[in-house]
């Protein structure tokens, strides 16, 4: 299989980093530049809205602004916005949309319908610097961080496609696409106050969850900042040497240093997390493996999703059987834990969890 991220074509990022991405800017910012330019500051916040609220991609659809002003934003400034380069329908009714970046590169973000439901699946960063060994996205290197309004225009993206398809508008967001959320911190929060805000989406934070294979540090800041979105933990082992052998960086990032940073940020903000557990045949299907786990969950209030493993040709991964998963659920439950097993949505498309790696 071949992996790989579609490289920009340089003559076009020149063209397009000349201007400034005006939705870089603070309200106060755009504000700002209408008064220098003369004219009143509150045109900033009819241009804000048409940035955020309507979405809008041209400044010339801006129509309460003159054609002057449309024409001097124009001058200074690029609405670096996304554009859904080809889309792919499942037969269960999620779409995994290529996206394409301003400077060509290429993400991936799904929109799933679950009955009354639709959630949006979007990324954080183009490729991922973490390794997690069965994750197709982890081959891809990280080439940049994702812009807010990049991740935002997603969200758009797929809120469109609801009400299209669905009938309905998106309902709930997860930060699982490519990328790791917290290793792209401030521009995921960035990206958040807008969906959240009255002045962009107006989205309840419940509805959103960002998923982490567990930067400390970053768990923390998230408690100090007062998040009030949900927060994913992509467990798959609680034991050291397990976990560091699926997922590399926990040798750096370790199961004790995670739980001490969940143990804070229950303390912080009285939010039960919910952790993400694959498991494998060989790998951690045993006893010891479940007592692990259940051991860790004693640490803080939590759910546990036991997630279906997505093949993405690794042969050494290969997902347990039926009674390997039924003895986790029913020690987890017997102990008090909520476990759910969760059903992959997507799959013949390449859009599952840990399936976004471009290959279209
Ligand atoms: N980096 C973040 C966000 C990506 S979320 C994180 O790891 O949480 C992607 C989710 O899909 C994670 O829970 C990840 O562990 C899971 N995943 C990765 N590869 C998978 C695969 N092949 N099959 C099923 N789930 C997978």
Not at 204 to 227: E, F, N, W, Y
Not at 255 to 271: C, D, H, I, P, R
Not at 275 to 284: C, F, H
Request: proline share 3%; net charge positive; aromatic share 8%.
């Amino acid at each position: 299989m071949m992996f790989y991220v579609n490289m920009p074509n340089f003559a076009t990022v020149k063209e397009s980093t000349a201007k400034k991405d005006i939705r870089a800017l603070t309200k106060d910012q755009l504000r700002d530049f209408f008064v220098s330019e003369g004219e009143k500051a509150f045109r900033g916040n009819q241009d804000y809205e048409w940035l955020w609220q309507k979405s809008a991609h041209h400044f010339e659809d801006m129509t309460n602004l003159s054609l002057s002003l449309r024409q001097k934003l124009e001058e200074n400034f690029s609405i670096n916005h996304i554009k859904v380069d080809h889309q792919q329908r499942s037969k269960d009714g999620t779409i995994k949309n290529a996206v394409k970046l301003h400077d060509n590169f290429i993400v991936e973000s799904v929109m799933i319908p679950v009955q009354s439901r639709t959630t949006a699946c979007v990324s954080s960063q183009v490729g991922c610097s973490l390794d997690c060994k069965f994750c197709a996205t982890a081959k891809l290197k990280r080439m940049r961080n994702l812009n807010p309004d990049e991740i935002y225009d997603q969200v758009v993206a797929i809120d469109k496609q609801s009400k299209l398809y669905n009938n309905r508008p998106l309902s709930n967001i997860v930060f699982m696409g490519m990328g790791e959320p917290l290793m792209n911190y401030n521009n995921v929060l960035k990206s958040i106050d807008k969906i959240t805000s009255p002045e962009g989406l107006n989205m309840s934070p419940k509805r959103i969850t960002v998923s982490t294979s567990g930067v400390p540090k970053m768990i923390k800041k998230l408690a100090d900042d007062q998040v009030k979105f949900n927060l994913a933990i992509s467990l798959h082992s609680a034991r050291q040497e397990v976990r560091s052998q699926i997922m590399p960086f926990n040798e750096k990032f370790t199961l004790e240093a995670l739980k001490e940073s969940l143990v804070y940020w229950y303390e912080k903000t009285k939010k039960r997390v919910t952790y993400e557990y694959i498991v494998w045949k060989g790998i951690n299907d045993t006893q010891q493996d479940i007592e692990a786990l259940i051991h860790f969950c004693k640490a803080i209030p939590c759910k546990v999703n036991i997630i279906e493993y997505n093949p993405i040709d690794e042969d050494q991964f290969v997902q347990a059987n039926d009674k390997a998963v039924a003895n986790y659920m029913t020690q987890l439950e017997a102990h008090g834990i909520t476990a759910t097993l969760r059903h992959s949505r997507g799959k013949d498309i390449d859009a599952a969890c840990g399936q976004l790696a471009n290959k279209s």
